[in-house]
């Protein structure tokens, strides 16, 4: 494991749709447990677990019951404790996914609020409504619909930014922070090297006013108190260890927050996780719409991010899937003919990137979107929201099914494709069926053929991991862009201590033309998706579709 998270990288699994062991159709951590070796040869350092604590599943874990129990369905402290030691063998750090901006309604602290304790209901954002009887502000839940919840007996509303089921955290009130610091040491003690904090900028909220300009985010995103509230996280936890690695989803946030947020000196995150170049395909902040990706977009945000960042010695997670994101090679590549070509060169685009790259599971094997024809067979509580809120805006049932198809974060959460068998073995073929439905794909898409296949996905993202590690001008190296206003290619420079690493990228399915192409006369090509290079010729760079290739000197 290498202890730099600049030179590292991380793979993230979700648990309940990769591997399982029981045959109940959830994955489970004895089915982590059982793949660490095929992670290991794929040579990342660290292993991002999403929540697997006790939880009614209101939001797939993401509405946590009690952070010190394990859920049963994913299986028990001795298995969160083999799995850490054997990760540990591997030279493999776990990173735990910490959901402090809420909690599930089942929570201790929420019920006991829910008795009327004050010192618990003080935990919480317990408003009166306006006198007109409308909840205390207008804003929005994040899952659609009001973000307050009436709780006639007190005659008072809850926050919930999220599911109904999921009552937004006081962190205003420093008895929980002192517990969520509590929680954190805990996870500490077991040999937990790495936390991943959930839309942890939304923790300090501001002012409860009407948001007559949106939906309310601008009064609980990157709060007042943030950067206090982080540091004192950091340093009364995490920050006492220097090899833990933290890093931060940002929900909707600014750059200039992520200066702070994972400046090198300011003592709050090592990285954070922002999402603004996966809204290219949005229209503004609204994903529930059919549009084009804009490339261009795509490039100015990555971009921009990459050298501001650089500039204030700031550090970003970079990234392209995660269990809340359609998969990348439907979204930007190729299902059909260019398949193989474009998953591998949106892969180059982001791990010689600078920043730490994530890899989601299935996306090493290039994974594409469900084939799901059906609303019944998603299970997303966002996506069934928004199906039945596109129809109640007018829209045909058909045409509301063709966005959730696009867009949902199912498409992430399809199991694990592992071989050809019937469940893709996930799970055992006389087994339960999957809690979610498994791609049809599986048949051609799985990790059995490609651990076999010296041209597969698998060993290309096994190449770029290992580039990491052996080029420190990927790992240390300042960023430069090129081409920036090109349709159709992505380009950019590296250079660290007179090494020099050009990165070129058709992201298209037709041939590109890159008219001033730089002069590679001195350089290598270290990797490539094409089995032969091609180079400039004449200052005319002729890439083939959804080519890639990194050149070094």
Known sequence: MSTDFRRSTVYQIYPKSFCDTNGDGLGDLRGVIGKLDYIQKLGVDYIWLTPFFVSPQNDNGYDVEDYYRIDPRYGTMEDVEELIAEAAKRGIGLMFDMVFNHVSTRHEWFRRAMEGDPYYKDFFFFRKGKENGEPP???????????????????????????????????????????????????????VKGFRFDVVNLISKAAFEDDDAGDGRRFYTDGPNIHKYLKELHDTTFGTDAQIVTVGEMSSTSIENCYRYAGRDTGELSMVFSFHHLKVDFMGNEKWVLVPADFQKLKN?????????????????????????????????SEGRYW???????????????????????????????????????????????????QDKGLSASDALRIVQIHSRDNGRTPMQWDDSRYAGFTAEDGAEPWIGVNGNHDRINARQQLEDADSIFHYY????????????????????????????????????????????????????????????????????????????????????????????
């Open 301 to 333: 945000i990555i971009f921009q991010w990459q050298t501001g960042m650089a500039e204030h010695d700031a550090w970003n997670a970079v990234f392209w899937c995660n269990h809340d994101q359609p998969r990348v090679v439907s979204r930007f590549g």
């Open 137 to 191: 502000t207008n804003w929005e839940s994040k899952f659609g619909g009001s973000a307050w919840q009436y709780v006639e007996k007190f005659d008072e509303y809850y926050l919930h930014l999220f599911d109904v089921t999921q009552a937004d955290l006081n962190w205003d009130n420093e008895n929980v922070r002192k517990e969520v610091q509590k929680i954190v040491r805990f996870w500490m003690d077991k040999g």
């Open 462 to 553: 096994r190449q770029l991991i290992a580039l990491r590690k052996e080029l420190p001008v990927i790992a240390l190296g300042d960023i430069e862009p090129m081409a920036e206003h090109h349709p159709c290619v992505f380009a950019y420079r590296r250079t660290y201590e007179g090494h020099e690493l050009i990165v070129a990228a058709n992201f298209y399915g037709r041939t590109g033309e890159w008219k001033e192409a730089p002069d590679l006369t001195g350089f290598k090509r270290v990797i490539g998706n094409y089995a032969e290079e091609s180079r400039p010729e004449g200052g005319v760079w002729s890439l083939r579709p959804y080519e890639a290739s990194v050149w070094y000197r």
């Open 340 to 390: 193989k070509e474009s998953a591998k060169m949106l892969a180059t685009i982001i791990h010689c990137l600078r920043g730490t790259p994530y890899v989601y599971q299935g996306e090493e094997i290039g994974m594409t979107n469900t084939d799901f024809t059906e609303i019944s067979q998603f299970r997303d509580v966002e996506s069934l929201n928004h199906y039945q809120i596109l």
